[in-house]
């Protein structure tokens, strides 16, 4: 293993972080060519781009040190901070090709958007910067050739944002389905149970668990195939979801576990809904464990309980079967 200062710099650095130093340092560096390699007719003052330039790379340099700890809102105010910077440098560039410049990396401003904020954010920022910058160029830029750039760039944005946001939704969506049974998979499942957790920690009201495990599932496979076995997974998974009620969340976290999440319920009223449940899901055997959410406890002990619950009742059901027992 390196330890190499670049390398644990490299390791203490997320998606977001890199994208965001990224997006300052090429700022930074492109103000810098564009005052001393391609200077303008009329140079301004030497110490605007080097204040242009150096705010950029030191904001780099800060994103880097935040790294991993970097928060997507911190993220998200001063890329927008950026973005109304870039669309005043397209409002007063001393020339078109310099207005395109600026007008580009707004472009990655708002595909960086599209890509770590929820799409309606990102719609409602890169649009209106869009509006903005389509106005300024039509009344500043007063040409066919501004006309042509403005439409080309915007047209570009639009596509990029778009195709940004539904391959990052169906991304999402594949990292937390379970392939086999299109129910959420256990990643899936936790981020859901946090998120009602939370729910319960604001509003007080109840949160149960049905925690399912397949009888005898291993006698399925050895009989049918990973191939019939699968089936029945799919026909259970299946089974589940049109049992439940519209706000209950199906999870498949093992191979042949399940667990009904219900938001708003009781342990009284999980019951009655597992009974019911008996009659819909008949793929497979299978027993159950019911647990309800407890203040202060962890979302893995609350698991955990439904989880024993549902050990208890297999144990139980063994030895009434059993006929020595």
């Known amino acids: 293993m390196s330890n190499h200062p670049s390398s644990r710099v490299l390791k203490g650095q997320s998606d977001l972080s890199f994208a965001v130093a990224a ?56 890329s927008g901070i950026y973005l109304v910077f870039l669309l005043w440098l397209i ?65 570009l944005a639009v596509l990029l944002t778009e195709v940004f946001g539904r391959f990052k939704a169906n991304l999402e969506k594949s990292s937390l389905n379970d392939h086999l049974c299109d129910v959420w998979n256990r990643r899936g499942f936790e981020l859901l149970l946090k998120k009602e957790i939370s729910t319960v920690a604001r509003t007080g009201e109840p949160l149960s668990l049905l925690y399912i495990d397949l009888d005898e599932f291993k006698t399925v496979n050895d009989t049918r195939g990973h191939v019939g076995g699968d089936s029945v997974l799919r026909q259970v998974s299946d089974e589940l979801v049109r049992g439940v009620r519209s706000g209950d969340s199906v999870a498949r976290i093992g191979g042949d576990e399940f667990v009904v999440l219900l938001p708003r319920t009781a342990a009284q009223e999980a019951q009655l809904l597992a009974e019911r449940l008996k009659g819909v899901v008949t793929a497979c055997g299978w027993s159950f464990g019911i647990a309800e959410f407890r203040p202060g ?29």
């Open 297 to 325: 406890e962890t979302g893995d002990e609350f698991v955990e309980r439904s989880d024993l619950m549902m050990m208890m009742q297999k144990r139980d059901r063994a030895r009434r079967s059993d006929p020595v027992a």
């Open 91 to 155: 409002a007063n560039s001393t020339s078109l090709g310099r207005a395109t410049v600026a007008a580009m990396l707004s472009v990655v401003v708002i595909v960086l958007y599209a890509w770590f904020l929820p799409m309606k954010y990102a719609r409602w920022v890169g649009y209106t910067a869009l509006l903005l910058y389509a106005i300024i160029m039509m009344f500043r830029y007063q040409s066919n050739d501004a006309y042509l750039t403005a439409v080309a760039l915007v047209s």
């Open 23 to 78: 997006l300052f340092l090429s700022g930074g560096l492109f103000a810098g060519l564009a005052a001393t390699v391609f200077p303008p007719e009329h140079r301004p003052p030497l110490w605007v781009p080097a204040l242009v330039s150096g705010s950029g790379i030191l904001i780099s340099l800060l994103v880097l040190w935040r790294g991993r700890r970097l928060r997507i809102g911190s993220a998200a105010v001063i």
